[in-house]
């Protein structure tokens, strides 16, 4: 099989990503120290956390494009989505806790410098670099999405690639908690009130909370073995059925190995005349088949499978 390559666009996507949010991070903590807004060191630390997740997002793509070897006979590929757990698991403690535990200090505290300037003209450049980096990450979703002839939003929701997925949930996940702080800000400094900074920083922890979640479940649904998409299942249930002297597909089970990895395995019904020399050329058409169309299928297993005495195999039957 063909070595597993990087995506480049994903590495350029995360590395954009990444160095946008380093920049950020600094100047919301200076912005946040001057005006001494909860809000505003809350959307420090979420782009601190943010940095730190294309970090270990970088990592996913790179060690999960790591050949397969004796002791890893199918490659790295899950490698990936152990990263990208940790990502979102870094982003629901540092992230979320230190907005939600901050916000509510500041109600309890009500402790504000006054000094809002710094803190309006952060939040507008950060507003306008998430800009970027979300469109890049659309972009690419938008591109790959027709290439699989499918909706950004359904491509969204069952990509394997962790990193294009992260990458848009946290930046539009930036772009709303900017405009929480900006609102918390605004209604402290018109009504005199740090209640509604505190308020906004607790609001950008829930946001925070719930990107967590949803990275979290998808990269641990893709961790346990996640088949492909229904779609695609019985795209390929199609491709085999239709080969040469298969009477009947029994079963076909497919897993996301990785961003770039599928395993198929399918036990077939051929018909009794067909020979052993018939069988492995349909095989090796079926495999031909399936990895011309679907590029990402890198192992291809079939078994050939013949019908019990006293009727055909029910598809759900266990094979014998």
């Known amino acids: 099989m063909a070595r597993p390559e990087v995506k480049t666009e994903s590495v350029g996507t995360v590395v954009v990503a990444g160095a946008a949010n380093l920049a950020?991070?600094?100047?919301k903590?200076?912005?946040?120290?001057i005006s001494g807004s909860a809000a505003m060191l809350s959307e420090a630390v979420h782009s601190v956390a943010d940095t730190t997740t294309e970090v270990l997002l970088y990592l996913a793509l790179r060690r999960g494009a790591r050949p397969a070897d004796a002791r890893h006979p199918f490659g790295y590929g899950k490698e990936s989505y152990v990263w990208a757990f940790l990502a979102a698991v870094f982003t629901f403690v540092a992230g979320a806790g230190f907005a939600i535990t901050h916000g509510v200090t500041t109600i309890l505290v009500h402790e504000h410098r006054n000094d809002y300037l710094a803190a309006y003209?952060?939040?507008?450049?950060?507003?306008?670099i998430e800009s970027v980096s979300l469109a890049r990450a659309v972009r690419q979703i938008r591109t790959e999405s027709l290439q699989l002839h499918t909706t950004p939003r359904r491509f969204l929701r069952l990509t394997a690639d962790p990193a294009v997925k992260a990458v848009f949930f946290e930046d539009a996940a930036a772009l709303i908690g900017l405009v929480l702080a900006a609102v918390g800000?605004?209604?402290?400094q018109l009504t005199g009130e740090e209640l509604w900074d505190g308020l906004a920083s607790i609001l950008i922890g829930v946001l925070l909370l719930v990107v967590a979640t949803v990275l979290a479940r998808s990269n641990i649904s893709l961790l346990v073995g996640r088949a492909v998409p229904e779609r695609v299942h019985r795209e390929i249930a199609?491709?085999?059925?239709?080969?040469?002297?298969?009477?009947?597909?029994?079963?076909?089970?497919?897993?996301?190995l990785g961003p770039a990895d599928v395993l198929v395995a399918a036990k077939l019904d051929f018909d009794d005349e067909a020979t052993g020399a018939t069988i492995e050329a349909v095989a090796d058409e079926a495999e031909r088949r399936l990895t011309a169309r679907y590029p990402q299928i890198r192992y291809v297993f079939l078994d050939p499978t013949g019908t019990p005495r006293g009727g055909a195999r029910r598809p759900d039957d266990p094979a014998g």
């Open 185 to 188: 800000v605004a209604l402290s």
């Open 29 to 33: 903590l200076v912005a946040g120290l």
């Open 238 to 256: 199609g491709e085999l059925a239709g080969l040469a002297t298969v009477r009947r597909l029994d079963t076909l089970l497919t897993m996301q």
């Open 24 to 27: 950020i991070a600094v100047a």
């Open 121 to 128: 003209v952060v939040l507008a450049v950060s507003f306008a």
